[in-house]
């Protein structure tokens, strides 16, 4: 039997700060282009919180960083009414489809729920059935910095 998967905050396990950073900046620097390794790792020890926003979840086993779930209060410039985002949803390729990153959005969302949020948003490049799959609803389709995304909403008071 393995050691079991768990679920934190980064601000508790902030060694995997810079595991964590490369992962985003290789997964997703296109969308911020000019941004740096060293600015990404900046911005994610600075979110690091406990059930506030910002705030940045981990999955992990042992001392192996597995996936991400981010806070936000924004995340997209050119829709800076809409707040909070979910952001930085990121599992590792070698430990996808085995629940991961369903559960860290489950926890985000619980933890906005907590928090009093009504409406959680997130945009996506190319993940929109999975979130559909885990109750998020369309809000449109528009193109950012460059990427046709889809932006969706979570009714966290339903």
């Known amino acids: ?9 980064l601000a508790d396990h902030q060694e995997f700060i810079p595991t964590l950073a490369q992962w985003h900046h290789r997964e997703w620097a296109y969308l ?3 941004d740096s390794l060293e600015a990404r790792t900046a911005r994610l020890r600075g979110s690091c919180g406990h059930r506030e926003i910002p705030t940045v979840i981990v999955s992990f086993t042992g001392g192996t960083l597995l996936g991400s779930a981010m ?19 990121f599992v590792a390729p070698d430990h996808r489809r085995h629940g991961i990153g369903a559960a860290l959005v489950r926890r985000a969302v619980d933890d906005a729920t907590a928090l009093g949020v009504q409406r959680l948003y997130l ?5 929109e059935l999975f979130y559909s799959c885990l109750g998020w609803s369309l809000v449109e389709r528009t193109r950012y910095r460059g990427t046709d995304v889809v ?3 979570y009714d966290c008071a339903a």
């Open 1 to 9: 039997m393995g050691t079991p998967v768990q679920i934190g905050y």
């Open 32 to 34: 911020r282009p000019g």
């Open 71 to 89: 806070l936000l209060a924004h995340d997209m410039d050119t829709r800076m009414e809409l707040s909070p985002w979910l952001a930085g949803v």
């Open 123 to 127: 945009y996506t490049p190319g993940t």
């Open 151 to 153: 932006v969706m909403s």
